[in-house]
């Protein structure tokens, strides 16, 4: 099971870090991923990290403003959100990719997912 927290109500320029923890029988160490959905729109990939912290991806769009890190040893992914827009408004969800240490932008090819967090940006 994957439970993600942390989403809000922010205004532009604020910062969020939103969190995931893993339990149960998803594989611990596997790829991990943040997605969000904005309204009327398709599910988007947003960042992802490998099993040991060392190789990390993210949307042109959110490069250089968020942050996507993880602790193992609590099972669990961060998601460090600075300089919010309007545009990051959205439902983000954290994903795993089990049995793969190769990371991916495709949500399709991560089998777990947790329920979402509201983020909500003001202008």
């Known amino acids: 099971q994957l439970q993600a927290s942390g989403g809000g109500l922010v205004q532009t320029g604020d910062s969020l870090r939103l969190s995931c923890a893993v339990s149960g029988r998803t594989e611990v160490g596997s790829v991990m991923a943040w997605f969000r959905q904005a309204p009327g729109k398709e599910r988007e990939f947003v960042a992802v990290?490998?099993?040991?912290?060392?190789?990390?991806r993210y949307a042109d769009s959110v490069k250089g403003r968020f942050t996507i890190s993880r602790d193992n040893a609590k099972n669990t992914v961060y998601l460090q959100m600075y300089s919010l827009k309007p545009e990051d408004t959205a439902v983000y969800y954290c994903a795993v990719r089990s049995r793969s240490t190769i990371i991916s932008t495709i949500g399709s090819q991560y089998a777990y997912w947790g329920q979402g967090t509201q983020v909500t940006v003001s202008s």
């Open positions: 990290i490998n099993w040991n912290g060392e190789i990390t």
